[in-house]
Structure formats: structure tokens, C-alpha cells
């Protein structure tokens, strides 16, 4: 795919036409260039440079207008012009660390929101550093398009706020996400949002992913040290699989009442070293298979009436481990050792836990694609 190149800086006043770094956009020019033209920006890559410092948007909405197409998508990344692609170190199955310092830093702060809630086109931002302290309800919206390889914290001192929204379709793909404050979400997804390969951490008041009202799909993500793990907190379609989950309060857990006709997926998950490794107070249908819980204070603590409780746990193993099941968790190292009982121990032969599952290609049904 050829792609028209446009660069953006947060240095200078006036007006640039983003042609070349000398005359780079600020970031509002940038919004303008897009929004005013729906059906010309389709297959244009915006390269947002560190130089200038800081890009700050502050009791501001940065919403990206409907229209155009998404036969190619408009990508604004992350890049400095020494290194290139800001995004180093990680290899393909998420292994590596994150350069965060190499990375454009986007603050959003106060009320500020940047909204990639667009439809009829697809828009990527890719490897930026998002943080800041937020009062707005959400940091970042995404419905229809994807926030992917950046890192994302937010620092938040009392009521809700969830760092990434990925609603109706929206992708949260390969991020780092960090969340502070008396009480947080990582990821929140609704209307099938798609979560796949991040790694969220945090402190213990915070959730990691919250699935919503409208329901959603958690994959190949890694969530520690956070109060809840996943949060199913919405009587709607679920799908969890091949996530690892560890030292969390609370693994993965629900109060919801969802009643027999949803369908929940809990499928090749590691739950371990957590408070609790399954909790509900509500009732709820759940299918459960091949996931490994164990070395949790308290493995499984639902409701006896729960439908749950009853359901068969195909293939799941359960119990203390004899042999480390990561090679170094200490050093956030989550890749599974040879000797691991989740080791080719999930459905297919294929290995629990998050690792195994990212190298492969997922499509969207927007059209767009993932790696």
C-alpha cells in the first residue's frame, strides 16, 4: 500500500502544510486537514515528531468527523526522525520492551478527550505516548478504528475514568497501559470492542478490562497488579481467551445477572497468584474450558445456584503448580517455561495463557485488519 506522507510537530504558530518536517502541522492542523477532507485523507500517514515537546490538549475534544473510506486507512504514528518508528524492541509475539521515551507525548488532561469514534473510515494511531491527568470520562474513544503499539497511562483521583473506550468494533491492539488513581479502568469495551495483546497494569484499586453493556472481546492480553483482572460487569456476549492473569485482587469476576442466553467464552486462560481467581455474586450461562487456575488464594468462589459453578470445565487444569509456569514474572517476563502445565495444555495442543496466540493475524469485520 503507497502511502502520502504528512508530518506533525508541536513546535511553531501560522500555517504549514505538513509536506515535510521544516513545515510540519501542529497537532490542530492536523485534525483540520482531516476532518475537511473526508474523502481525500484515505491512505495518508501522519508522522507526529517529538521535536517541540509535548503536544498538550487540555479541556478539549479532538474528534475526527465521519465520512470517507475505509478501503485504506489514515495513520497517525509515532516517529523520530533520528531512529525512525519509536516503537523498538518488540518483537511480533509482544516480547520486549516499549520505548515510551522514544515516542511522541500526547497530555490529555482536565476534560479533554481525543475521540477516534469516526465511522466510514479507519483511522490507526500508532506508537504514541497518551497520559495525563484526565476528568473526563474517557481519555480516548475509539469506535470503528484502532489505537495500537503506544503506551497509555492516566492518573485519575476519584470517580471513573477508563483510559481507552474501545466501542462498536474499536481496537485496542498491542498497547501499554497503566492506571492510577482511586479508581480506574484500563480498557473498557462495549458493543464488541476488540482488546488484544496489551499488557495492563496498575495499582489495586484499579480494574484492567471492563466488558460492558454491550459486551466484548478480550485476547492475548497480560493484566497485573490491579484490583480486577476482566470485570464482566454487562449482561451481554463475551469472549475471553488466552489471557494471562496475575496478582489482581480479584482474577476475573462478575456481579452481573445475565440470565441462560448469553453466551460467555472463558477459554485458555491463565489465572494465578491472585486474591480470587473466579469471582461472582450474580448468576449467570457461562462455557469454561482449558484454562489453567490455580495458586490463587481462593480459586473459584461463586454462588452454589450459579449455572457457572455447574458448568463442565473441559479441559481445564486447577490446583498448585510444581513447576514455575513463567519463565521470570518477577521481571514481568510471562512467557511460559518448557516445564509448564500450561504448556501445549490448551484446546488444539496450543499453549495457555496469553503468548502463543499472538502471532496470529486477526481480521476485523469492518474490513480492517490488525497485524
Known amino acids: 500500500m503507497s502511502l502520502t506522507e504528512r508530518y506533525v510537530t508541536s513546535a511553531g504558530a501560522g500555517t504549514h502544510d505538513g509536506t515535510s518536517s521544516a513545515n510540519a502541522f501542529s497537532w490542530t492542523e492536523m485534525v483540520t486537514d482531516i476532518n475537511n477532507n473526508p474523502n481525500a485523507r484515505n491512505g495518508f500517514r501522519y508522522n507526529v515528531s517529538k521535536?517541540?515537546?509535548?503536544?498538550?490538549?487540555?479541556?478539549?475534544?479532538?474528534?475526527?468527523?465521519?465520512?470517507?473510506?475505509?478501503?485504506?486507512?489514515?495513520?497517525?504514528?509515532?516517529?523520530?526522525?533520528?531512529?525512525?518508528?519509536?516503537?523498538?524492541?518488540?518483537?511480533?509475539?509482544?516480547?520486549?520492551?516499549?520505548?515510551?521515551?522514544?515516542l511522541p507525548i500526547i497530555v490529555v488532561s482536565g476534560s479533554s478527550q481525543l475521540n477516534l469514534a469516526s465511522t466510514g473510515r479507519f483511522i490507526v494511531l500508532d506508537s504514541v505516548n497518551l497520559s495525563g491527568i484526565s476528568n473526563s470520562t474517557l481519555m480516548i474513544k475509539i469506535s470503528e478504528n484502532k489505537l495500537t503499539r503506544s503506551f497509555v497511562s492516566v492518573n485519575r483521583a476519584g470517580g471513573t475514568t477508563a483510559a481507552i473506550f474501545c466501542n462498536t468494533r474499536g481496537v485496542s491492539f498491542d498497547n501499554d497501559i497503566y492506571v492510577n488513581g482511586t479508581v480506574g479502568v484500563g480498557i473498557l469495551t462495549n458493543n464488541q470492542g476488540y482488546v488484544i495483546n496489551n499488557k495492563i497494569w496498575g495499582?489495586?484499586?484499579?480494574?484492567?478490562?471492563?466488558?460492558?453493556?454491550?459486551?466484548?472481546?478480550?485476547?492475548?492480553?497480560?493484566?497485573?497488579?490491579?484490583?480486577?483482572?476482566?470485570?464482566?460487569?454487562?449482561?451481554a456476549e463475551n469472549h475471553v481467551y488466552n489471557n494471562t492473569i496475575t496478582n489482581c485482587v480479584y482474577g476475573l469476576g462478575s456481579s452481573t445477572s445475565s440470565g441462560s442466553?448469553?453466551?460467555?467464552?472463558?477459554?485458555?486462560?491463565?489465572?494465578?497468584?491472585?486474591?480470587?481467581?473466579?469471582?461472582?455474586?450474580?448468576?449467570?450461562?457461562l462455557f469454561l474450558a482449558y484454562n489453567y487456575i490455580c495458586n490463587n488464594q481462593i480459586d473459584i468462589n461463586v454462588p452454589i445456584e450459579n449455572d457457572w459453578y455447574?458448568?463442565?470445565?473441559?479441559?481445564?487444569?486447577?490446583?498448585?503448580?510444581?513447576?514455575?509456569?513463567?519463565?521470570?514474572?518477577?521481571?514481568?517476563?510471562?512467557?511460559?517455561?518448557?516445564?509448564?502445565?500450561?504448556?501445549?495444555?490448551?484446546?488444539?495442543?496450543?499453549?495457555?495463557?496469553?503468548?502463543?496466540?499472538?502471532?496470529?493475524?486477526?481480521?476485523?469485520?469492518?474490513?480492517?485488519?490488525?497485524n
Open 261 to 285: 442466553s448469553n453466551n460467555w467464552n472463558i477459554i485458555n486462560n491463565i489465572i494465578t497468584n491472585n486474591g480470587y481467581g473466579i469471582y461472582s455474586t450474580g448468576r449467570f450461562s
Open 310 to 370: 455447574q458448568a463442565t470445565q473441559y479441559g481445564s487444569l486447577s490446583g498448585a503448580s510444581a513447576f514455575p509456569i513463567f519463565s521470570n514474572s518477577g521481571s514481568d517476563d510471562y512467557t511460559l517455561t518448557n516445564s509448564s502445565p500450561a504448556k501445549n495444555a490448551g484446546s488444539f495442543g496450543r499453549d495457555i495463557g496469553a503468548f502463543q496466540s499472538r502471532n496470529t493475524p486477526k481480521l476485523l469485520g469492518n474490513g480492517g485488519y490488525i
Open 51 to 102: 521535536t517541540g515537546g509535548n503536544i498538550n490538549l487540555i479541556n478539549t475534544t479532538n474528534t475526527f468527523s465521519n465520512g470517507g473510506s475505509i478501503t485504506q486507512p489514515i495513520i497517525i504514528r509515532g516517529y523520530n526522525n533520528v531512529i525512525g518508528d519509536g516503537y523498538l524492541g518488540r518483537s511480533n509475539n509482544g516480547i520486549g520492551p516499549l520505548y515510551k521515551d522514544n
Open 203 to 235: 495499582i489495586n484499586t484499579a480494574e484492567g478490562i471492563q466488558m460492558g453493556a454491550g459486551g466484548g472481546n478480550a485476547y492475548g492480553n497480560i493484566i497485573h497488579g490491579v484490583s480486577a483482572g476482566i470485570n464482566l460487569a454487562g449482561a
